[in-house]
């Protein structure tokens, strides 16, 4: 079924089951707390949660970008994506991640920062965040930290990453 999800924005009829769709991904509520918080943050960008949708149009994953700075640069950061469990690898969750970022570079948006597994961020173009000069205030393995140029012509900003005050960091 990978390449049979609608992508399109959140709407605020979803916001229920995209709270759903995150507290079941995630052991914790941590994450759905967030998603949540980020709502009501001036780090929301309109149009940037996007979720992924079967052909009945429920949705059963969800990515959401979020305002960041990477220095005193703005840029993005990715949020935690999440999948229910039953729809996990089956490409929703890329779908959701592939949409959000091509909405964010027709926005007009440079940058992205992640925090994630090295493993599955690379398909999207992250690279490892250190080989650029990006870094965070707080202990993280260094290949879980990646950043994306939305535009490959662009170099990516160096400085520490600034998140959002819902992230706590």
């Known amino acids: 079924m990978s390449d049979d999800w609608i992508t399109r924005t959140e709407t605020p009829a979803d916001v229920p089951a995209v709270r759903a769709i995150v507290l079941a991904a995630f052991d914790t509520p941590m994450e759905a707390d967030l998603v949540d918080a980020l709502r009501t943050d001036e780090a929301w960008i309109e149009g940037l949660s ?27 950061c990715l949020a935690p994506v999440a999948v229910l469990p039953e729809h996990q690898r089956t490409g929703a969750g890329a779908a959701a991640v592939r949409a959000a970022l091509r909405a964010a570079a027709e926005l007009g948006e440079r940058f992205v920062v992640v925090l994630g597994h090295s493993s599955y961020y690379p398909r999207f173009g992250f690279t490892r965040a250190s080989a650029h000069g990006i870094s965070v205030t707080f202990d993280v393995p260094d290949e879980a930290l990646m950043a994306l140029a939305l535009d490959p012509e662009q170099a990516l900003p160096g400085g520490p990453v600034r998140y959002a005050e819902p992230f706590g960091i």
């Open 50 to 76: 996007v979720v992924a949708a079967g052909p009945d149009n429920t949705p059963v994953g969800h990515a959401l970008l979020t305002r960041c700075h990477i220095g005193e640069v703005p840029a993005l």
